[in-house]
């Protein structure tokens, strides 16, 4: 059974980085799928991030591009985010999530279990 | 604001069927692309309902079916059950290179 787990800090400073990890289990980054983060509002509106293969390539949301990181570990079965200068408005469940199929066909499958991440002084 | 406009709630009694409406534009659902459908229940993650515009994942019920006419899709649920509520997000790819998901649509069962 696959399973995603987000970890990392619940509180960031504003003007700091948030940082977040996927632990993916049951299953090999290798596989060919592309890796997601997507970030819940409190309103409950969706937004996408931005994804990485597993061979490191990458793509972002045009939005969130100029302060965004995701990498990816193989050995570890893990890919993280990094969202530089965050601010109030970046307050949100963080999830990570499987998309198997790649644009323009985008889909994800599978979810983590999402995390809360307040950015507060 | 979200690209993909949808109803912020619909309501029906058990045992009747409801409609969601997902509204795009050209850049979107009405330039071709596949139309997805998450189900978030509260406590658990969200879950892809329908794939594809028109189908369903293994383990999703005949209840739910997803169609699409133009740059507009829809999800029809029949058969309303307590289980059934939650929040209902439409999803599909934009011509600026971007994911793109509805508002959400929150489902009451009477």
């Known amino acids: 059974q696959v399973q995603l787990q987000e970890s990392g800090p619940g509180l960031v400073r504003p003007s700091q980085t948030l940082s977040l990890t996927c632990t993916v289990s049951?299953?090999?980054?290798?596989?060919?799928?592309?890796w997601t983060w997507i970030r819940q509002f409190p309103g409950k509106g969706l937004e996408w991030i931005g994804y990485t293969y597993h061979t490191g390539t990458t793509f972002y949301n045009p939005s969130l591009k100029s302060r965004i990181i995701i990498s990816v570990d193989v050995s570890k079965n893990q890919f993280s985010l990094n969202l530089s200068s965050v601010t109030a408005a970046d307050t949100a469940v963080y999830y990570c999530?499987?998309?198997?199929?790649?644009?323009?066909?985008?889909?994800?499958?599978?979810w983590g279990q999402g995390t809360l991440v307040t950015v507060s002084s | 604001q979200s690209v993909l406009t949808q109803p912020p709630s619909v309501s029906g009694a058990p045992g009747q069927g409801v409609t969601i409406s997902c509204t795009g534009g050209t850049s979107n659902i009405g330039a071709g692309n596949d139309v997805n459908w998450y189900q978030h229940v509260p406590g658990a993650s969200p879950r892809l309902l329908i794939s594809r515009t028109y189908n369903r994942p293994s383990g999703v019920p005949d209840r739910f079916s997803g169609s699409k006419s133009g740059a507009s899709a829809s999800l029809a649920i029949t058969g309303l059950q307590a289980e059934d509520e939650g929040d209902y997000y439409c999803?599909?790819?934009?011509?600026?290179?971007?994911?793109?998901f509805g508002g959400g649509t929150t489902l009451t069962v009477l």
């Open positions: 999803q599909s790819y934009d011509r600026s290179l971007t994911v793109v």
């Open positions: 049951g299953a090999s980054l290798r596989s060919g799928n592309f």
């Open positions: 999530a499987r998309d198997v199929y790649g644009p323009p066909g985008n889909r994800f499958d599978l």
